[in-house]
């Protein structure tokens, strides 16, 4: 009974630190989508409060760190308890990079906001969409095990990619054909940049996932 009594509480400890992380995730998404809407609804406030909202995610991983270090030492997992603790660590780390590039986000926003606008924005909204989702669908699957989602997540950060390409050629002609528009087209350079790190985040962290279920480490190896 004892054994069984150790077991369902470390269940109950691994469930905790389950919720933590979506709980920090699904910051990091509001965080993705605040800073759009500010960007396209000239939103400065909005900026302001996604670049303060950083703080939270900074709080989130150490909290999250604590209790993975102290799992490994009280509970002495094995196996796969210790591969999904383990990776925990190495995930939070990336959500607080998510948590940063939304706060240059907010900055660049913020300063983009004191200009004209160069153009209405299309393509990278489209992009911020798909990259939110990609972090969303990363945690899913490691919360799930589900390495076909971690999969799929890998994959779709070349559609991400390729948006990127997209914005930066176009934004590179605007430079070009009238410097008037660099400082602006400079910045969105930066957004766009910054969008496509976090689709690379939302990568390694489905990455680690097809490590945690299959025991197999695919970095650099997905088409």
């Not at 930066?190 to 962290?205: F, L």
Request: aromatic share 4%.
């Amino acid at each position: 009974m004892e054994r069984q009594h150790i077991s369902a509480a470390f269940d109950a400890e691994l469930h905790d630190l389950r919720q933590r992380i979506l709980t920090m995730g699904g910051l990091v998404e509001v965080m993705i989508a605040d800073a759009i809407k500010a960007l396209v609804e000239r939103d400065t406030p909005l900026a302001e409060k996604v670049i303060a909202l950083d703080h939270q995610v900074n709080g989130h991983e150490v909290a999250i760190d604590e209790k993975c270090l102290e799992l490994l030492a009280r509970r002495q997992p094995a196996a796969r308890d210790l591969r999904f603790i383990t990776l925990a660590l190495k995930i939070v780390t990336d959500l607080e990079r998510i948590g940063d590039q939304c706060a240059n986000l907010g900055k660049r926003v913020r300063e983009i906001n004191t200009e004209p606008p160069l153009k209405p924005y299309i393509d990278i909204p489209r992009m911020a969409h798909w990259a939110s989702v990609m972090v969303k669908e990363s945690l899913d699957a490691f919360v799930r095990g589900d390495d076909e989602l971690a999969i799929k997540v890998c994959q779709d950060d070349q559609m991400v990619d390729d948006l990127n390409q997209q914005i930066q050629r176009e934004l590179y002609t605007y430079m070009l054909e009238d410097p008037s528009t660099i400082s602006r087209a400079m910045k969105l350079t930066y957004i766009s940049k910054s969008i496509e790190r976090i689709a690379d985040h939302a990568t390694n962290i489905a990455e680690m996932v097809i490590f945690m279920v299959k025991g197999k480490d695919i970095r650099h190896t997905i088409a």
